[in-house]
């Protein structure tokens, strides 16, 4: 019951709390205290320190562990640096979204954490609405008109998009009819363990609405665009938590059907769907890196890109699937560090307009070379961990049944490398005539200081790979039935 | 009884094909969440069960009391027009419902035999979920956008009783709460729309593309 405490209930009693007190400062002080008591719990339960007995409709598996320390990470970096981001001047209509900064965040914390720890598909649908509920208001933090449209578009889009997850839930509940199934509750574990009794048609109809309803919160193409409004006019943090571990939330769904169809005759059309879906994202953000002219935009579409590349690997299984958990915790790290630079920039240069940013290593060389850093490490340059979760994706594919998809993803890779890289290139050396006045004039924040902890984490997990993840991962690859 | 009640379900999607009216599709809504109310609380009236009117009084409360009055006060706050600007004529819209409909019903029916499925409001259901996205595709006002998709998960909790899925209350209770507060925050959007875009319609949304 404690974990069930520290998970879910304190961050929902904390989001109460920042409703009753009003002080900023001692919003984040209970914040962040509750977001490491949530990280350590959360460590302890990953490394076999804390055995779990939770209540109602949720439970721990390998795989929501995993996700839920995904989570638990991002979300401790993005309270640490939030106090810092709220003190910067914003507009007279922006103050006013700094009082519901914290609870909105707590509740989001409370609601996600249900959705990664829920063993029932009711459960989950509810949590993960929820988690859309917290980060819609969020998405308006800056009151413009382009926060307006994107939180419009990003709620109408994604509850219709859950709409349809539910409509697959249901459809999970037809294909169950007739068989010992029938009636019962809908418990993942109950599922997974009957599969084969399922009716392969519904069970199909099941798939592909829960994957294209969850789509739209995966970020996933075709049903990418509210996602990559939403996170590119989101506040730099919230960008952060949705890329680093809101997508995660939804494609938690999607493997947790994925488990379910398994073991059935449906499996490889499952595994193509996911292929598709991949291939699709990458192809998107393959098309649209080329005319892409807004840097926070950019970042969207890598994280299309990513959470495509990591639907692939799913869908390939094998060693590729290893991959694509490694991918999920990498690209989730990264992509704290890629939208908390990007924030500094745009708090500098007040434009998310590409041809607006220039000289950024001349006017912020602090912040320019943590950027450049980041670039590299998202296009799967090593030492960063992405380029050995990729080495894995590509190696699983190479030696799957379908090699040459390999080509094809490493031309879009290649290409999505060499327009972020023109883009980021200009960004940091075009120089403007007025640029030398403030060559080197950029204090050493708290920002950067985070920046550089979360480099130095994610290089050293990639280098020293530590067993306890490694081994995490082979138990999830079992569960899904996979041998390597 | 519940055939019935599924059958004037599909008549509520005939009258919001071919009302031009914001108020019709309100009116909709609420006979929509009487229906919906009825269909779950029959199986409870004999034997009576206190517990099992929580959810479909619950569902009255959220589906024909706050949502439409919530909806209409937003009508009159922001003095929304009240024809919903449609993209298609009236009359090739309601042709198109009822070609889904039939569409919907005979591959139910033909569904029926492979899978032990009540047909009527199995496909009454689905034929919401299908009517409240052409709703969102065919209308321009983004308070008809709202209406359409409470139509669609109106479709989705019809379809529900239909396959005979049994969440649990807490549950049950915890998907009305999260299609409330949904409509609340498009509510509050809609508000913002219409002061920061000065528009009720999706054209007042287009500044985000590439």
């Given amino acids: 019951m404690f974990e069930f405490f520290i998970f879910i209930l304190l961050p929902l009693i904390t989001s109460l709390f920042c409703s009753v007190v009003k002080n900023l400062r001692i919003q984040y002080s209970v914040s962040l205290s509750v977001s490491v008591l949530h990280l350590i719990l959360a460590l302890s339960v990953f490394l076999g320190y804390y055995h779990t007995n939770l209540p109602f409709f949720f439970s721990v598996d390998s795989l929501s562990k995993f996700f839920l320390l995904i989570l638990s990470n991002v979300y401790f970096w993005v309270v640490l640096v939030s106090f810092s981001y709220l003190k910067r001047p914003v507009t007279h209509a922006a ?26 598909f009711g459960m989950y649908w509810v949590a993960a609405e929820a988690t859309t509920l917290s980060v819609a208001p969020l998405i308006y933090f800056y009151r413009n008109e382009e926060a307006l449209e994107a939180m419009w578009k990003y709620l109408f889009l994604v ?9 697959g839930i249901l459809f999970l509940t037809l294909s169950a009819k007739g068989s010992i199934l029938e009636g019962k509750q809908l418990f993942f574990w109950e599922f997974i363990r009957n599969a084969k009794q399922l009716n392969p048609i519904w069970l199909k109809a099941s798939f592909i609405f829960i994957f294209v ?5 995966i970020g996933i193409a075709p049903m990418h665009s509210g996602d990559v409004d939403a996170t590119s006019n989101a506040p730099s943090p919230i960008a952060a938590l949705m890329s680093g571990s809101l997508r995660l939330t939804a494609l938690m769904g999607v493997l947790r059907i994925f488990e379910i169809i398994r073991p059935t005759s449906s499996y490889e059309f499952a595994k193509t769907i996911l292929i598709i879906g991949g291939l699709l994202s990458l192809f998107v953000a393959f098309v649209f890196m080329f005319k892409v002219t807004n840097y926070k935009r950019m970042l969207a579409y890598s994280s299309v890109e990513h959470l495509g590349l990591i639907t692939l690997g799913i869908g390939i299984g094998g060693l590729a699937f290893v991959g694509a958990m490694y991918h999920a915790i990498y690209n989730s790290i990264m992509k704290v560090i890629l939208f908390l630079t990007a924030g500094n920039i745009h708090s500098k240069y007040k434009s998310r307009e590409v041809s607006k940013v220039t000289s950024v290593l001349n006017r912020m060389p602090k912040t320019g070379w943590l950027f450049l850093l980041a670039f590299l490490g998202i ?10 979760s990729e080495i894995k994706i590509f190696e699983g594919m190479l030696f799957s049944n379908k090699p040459a998809l390999l080509v094809l993803t490493m031309f879009f890779l290649l290409f999505i490398f060499i327009n972020m890289g023109k883009i980021i290139f200009f960004m ?9 006045s403030e060559i080197g004039n950029e204090h050493f924040d708290f920002i950067h200081l985070t920046v550089i902890l979360l480099l130095i984490l994610l290089t050293t997990i990639s280098v020293l790979s530590p067993d306890v993840i490694y081994q995490n991962i082979i138990n999830i690859t079992k569960d899904f039935g996979m041998n390597l | 009884m519940g055939n019935v009640l599924s059958i004037l379900f599909c008549l509520s999607l005939f009258y919001v094909s071919i009302t031009s009216r914001v108020k019709g599709y309100v009116t909709v809504l609420q006979i929509q969440g009487v229906l919906l109310s009825l269909i779950i609380v029959i199986p409870f009236i004999y034997p009576f069960s206190i517990y099992g009117i929580i959810l479909p009084a619950t569902l009255l409360l959220v589906k024909v009391f706050l949502i439409p009055r919530y909806i209409n006060k937003i009508i009159l706050d922001l003095d929304i027009r009240r024809v919903i600007d449609p993209t298609i004529q009236q009359f090739s819209f309601l042709l198109l419902v009822i070609a889904t409909m039939v569409v919907i019903f005979v591959v139910s029916n033909i569904l029926s035999q492979s899978t032990e499925l009540n047909v009527i409001p199995f496909a009454s259901g689905f034929s919401a979920i299908v009517i409240g996205i052409y709703i969102i595709m065919f209308r321009r006002k983004l308070i008809v956008h709202v209406a359409g998709f409470l139509i669609l998960e109106n479709g989705i909790f019809l379809f529900g009783t239909a396959v005979a899925s049994e969440l649990p209350m807490m549950i049950e209770l915890g998907t009305l709460l999260d299609v409330f507060v949904v409509v609340f ?11 920061t875009l000065d528009g009720f319609d999706v054209t007042a949304l ?5």
């Fill in chain 1, 428 to 436: 940091l050396y075009k120089k403007n005539d007025n640029d030398n």
């Fill in chain 2, 185 to 195: 925050l498009m509510g509050i959007a809609i508000n913002k729309i219409s002061t």
């Fill in chain 1, 159 to 167: 509850s219709i998009g859950i709409a349809f997850a539910f409509i």
């Fill in chain 1, 95 to 120: 103050e006013k979204s700094k009082g519901f900064y914290f609870l909105l965040l707590n509740f989001y914390l409370a609601a996600n954490s249900a959705a990664m720890l829920s063993n029932h």
């Fill in chain 2, 206 to 210: 287009g500044r985000l593309k590439d």
């Fill in chain 1, 379 to 388: 296009s799967g340059i090593p030492p960063f961990g992405i380029f050995f």
């Fill in chain 1, 213 to 217: 309803g969850l789509s739209t919160k």
